[in-house]
């Protein structure tokens, strides 16, 4: 069941190490048929090189597991808060990449710094609040996308303008309209992240990207009249 969904999410995955952006068993992929009320994951801890697609886990809406012998990824529930709070969005990953993840264990957003960040996201990367120990406790991996959606909707930010977020003190969570598209917005996260942490090293008094080309560049590359690319 859901084999063109399972080989897709499998290739998202199998991204995530060839990009460097999820050591050992440091990360995740998934996809949506919404249409069925199905999402399809990696399997918990399984190592990159023993995936096979047919591994890939089928879950429904609840995380009950639809058509599989494996467990599905810890973060099954995070994924699935995303999917319900971004309707239009039909992957999502998460990672532990390093530059990333140091936003996020310093608790700081990455700033649009220059023309790499516009062409990727329309402002920062926003970073959550922290989970409280009672969120952590009760319900750890569905209050984690749950502050995901609420820090998106508390500060009227576009899931499709900004596609990720870093979660306070843990890492990466990005998306997009296709699993494999959701593992290159994880990748792009990264370098941005990576390029705004050594420009904060260089100069820490450096000011975010000048609105106008910002705009310039996110809208040709993302608006409604975007001239990047053919066919436009």
């Known amino acids: 069941m859901f084999e063109e969904?399972?080989?897709e999410v499998y290739k998202a995955n199998m991204?995530?190490?060839?990009?460097?952006?999820?050591?050992?068993?440091?990360?995740?992929?998934?996809?949506?048929?919404?249409?069925?009320?199905?999402?399809v994951?990696?399997?918990?801890?399984?190592?990159?090189?023993?995936?096979?697609?047919?591994?890939?886990?089928?879950?429904?809406?609840?995380?009950?597991?639809?058509?599989?012998?494996?467990?599905?990824?810890?973060?099954?529930?995070?994924?699935?808060?995303?999917y319900k709070a971004f309707p239009d969005i039909k992957g999502a990953v998460h990672t532990h990449s390093k530059f990333a993840t140091a936003f996020a264990q310093a608790g700081k957003a990455i700033p649009a710094l220059g023309t790499t960040h516009a062409d990727f996201a329309y402002g920062e990367i926003p970073c959550t609040r922290s989970l409280t120990e009672?969120?952590?406790?009760?319900?750890y991996e569905k209050n984690t996308?749950?502050?995901?959606?609420?820090?998106?909707k508390n500060n009227n930010l576009d899931a499709n303008a900004i596609p990720g977020v870093i979660v306070h003190s843990h890492g990466v969570f990005a998306w997009g309209a296709s699993p494999v598209k959701a593992s290159v917005n994880a990748a792009t996260l990264e370098i941005?992240?990576?390029?705004?942490?050594?420009?904060?090293?260089?100069?820490?008094?450096?000011?975010?990207?000048?609105?106008?080309?910002?705009?310039?560049?996110?809208?040709?590359?993302?608006?409604?009249?975007?001239?990047?690319?053919?066919?436009?």
């Open 192 to 232: 941005v992240a990576d390029m705004a942490l050594h420009t904060l090293m260089l100069n820490p008094e450096v000011p975010v990207i000048d609105s106008f080309l910002l705009d310039k560049h996110y809208n040709r590359k993302h608006g409604a009249n975007a001239y990047y690319g053919q066919g436009k």
């Open 145 to 152: 996308g749950v502050v995901i959606a609420e820090h998106f």
């Open 134 to 139: 009672d969120e952590i406790n009760s319900a």
């Open 41 to 82: 994951i990696k399997p918990s801890g399984v190592a990159y090189p023993e995936l096979t697609w047919d591994m890939m886990v089928a879950v429904d809406f609840d995380g009950n597991v639809i058509d599989s012998k494996y467990n599905p990824s810890s973060d099954t529930l995070t994924h699935i808060e995303l």
């Open 5 to 7: 969904l399972k080989k």
């Open 15 to 39: 991204m995530l190490p060839e990009y460097g952006l999820a050591p050992f068993t440091w990360g995740n992929a998934s996809g949506v048929d919404r249409d069925r009320g199905v999402i």
